[in-house]
Every structure is written in structure tokens, then in C-alpha cells.
């Protein structure tokens, strides 16, 4: 209860804490990002990813310098919501506060809410969130490669962790259990990540492309891989532009 109770006060006030600890990133060109920029010191011994790539012959490796500056920028805002403490590095504590957020704002079993947590961790720790934590300089490296191993298991007809995550919120939102995601139940989500609900309406706009009013189970796992996966894409700065 103390943890959370400080996480929460973290989380308020992130804002001011952040006016006085200006990331080191900040202002800097892509190519000057230390190992985000260069690739240095990621491999497949120590992110999670990188070693899925390399056990199916996959070598691809990330190189800065093909990413949109605008996604690199976006890329830290969404480190920066995780980073609680402000320390520069993400830690899976500070990734499992936030399912237990979730379950404060919904009404969801505590079986559900587990789940999310179990999601959350296998999807951070093949993000880079290994029990050191994952360092702010590393996170965009971490995120592309994620996002190439994700492309390798569709290649590969295999699981996507994507869809792991997005299912997994997509049954602690569903409220009423009617099989569906409601523009009320996605403002529960917004307001959980602690961006304004008003920006459930441009998300939902642009996830339900079926037109029905409602999100299905698939059009969220859609909507979290553009997310997760895409490349820059100015179509969807309107989607992001309120935290991440």
C-alpha cells in the first residue's frame, strides 16, 4: 500500500519533477542518442528480443538513422509515462503499477487484472525490461527491435505479444462483459494512463473501422500493433498527440 501510495504521488507529480530534470535526450540530434542511436550494447545476451531474432536466423539489426524524428520524440514521451521515479531507467514495478491502476478504475475480477499483469510482463521483459531494467538511452533501440520480432512471429505464424497485451485489457475493459469495448469503457483506459479522455474519441474513431459502434476484440489488437509496430506515420499524429 505505501509503494502505491508513493507511485501515485510519483505519477501527479511527474510534470514538475520532469521541468527540473530535463532527460539528457532532450535537444539532442537521433544520431547522438548513445546506444539508441548507435546500437551499442544491445545484442542477443542481453534483450530479449534481439534473441528471439537471432535464434530464427533473423539478423536483422536497428539503425537510427531510418527513423522519423517526430517517432524517436514520441518514442521517449511514452518511455517517460512509464519512468515513474524519473530515473532514467524503466523498471517492472514501475510497469506493473500501472494493471493495478486499471483495476482501481474498472470492475474487474482480480483474475483478470492478474492476467494483465502476467501480460505486461512478458510483454515488457521482450521489450528490454530485463531485471536491471531497461535504460532510457536504449528504449527506442529496444522498441524497433521489438517491433521487428513481432513482424518475425507473423511471418512465422506465431503469437503475437501484441495481441497477448491487447487482449488482456480488452477483457478488464469490457465492463459489462457484452463482448465488446464501449467509448465510455475506452475513456476508462485513457484516464488510467492518465491521458484526457477526450482523446478516446480519436482513438475509437480510428479502431473501429467496422463502423459499429463498438470495438471488437481484433480491431483493439489492430489499433495496439499501429501503436506498438508502425512506422512514423503523420496520419496518426492526431491519435498521439496527447501523451504519447
Known sequence: KQWYQRRVAITAGNLNLRKMCKPSNVGRKPENFGSAGTSIGLNEHNNESYRYLRSVGNMWQHDVKTMHPKMIARLYKRFDTFDLDVDGKMDMEEILYWPDRMKELVNSSEEQVEEMRKACRIFFFNKGVGPDGLLREN???????????????????????????????????????????????????????????????????????????????????????????????????GIYAYKY
Request: charged share 35%; glycine share 4%; no cysteine.
Open 139 to 237: 528504449w527506442v533501440e529496444s522498441n524497433r527491435t521489438f517491433a521487428e520480432a513481432e513482424r518475425e512471429r507473423e511471418r512465422r505464424g506465431e503469437k503475437s505479444l501484441i495481441a497477448l497485451l491487447s487482449d488482456s485489457y480488452y477483457d478488464v475493459l469490457d465492463d459489462n462483459d457484452n463482448g465488446t469495448v464501449s467509448i465510455e469503457e475506452l475513456k476508462t483506459m485513457m484516464k488510467a494512463f492518465d491521458v484526457p479522455q477526450e482523446a478516446a474519441y480519436t482513438f475509437f474513431e480510428k479502431a473501429d473501422t467496422d463502423g459499429s459502434g463498438a470495438l471488437e476484440r481484433e480491431e483493439l489488437v489492430v489499433l495496439f500493433k499501429k501503436f506498438w509496430m508502425s512506422e512514423y506515420d503523420s496520419a496518426w499524429d
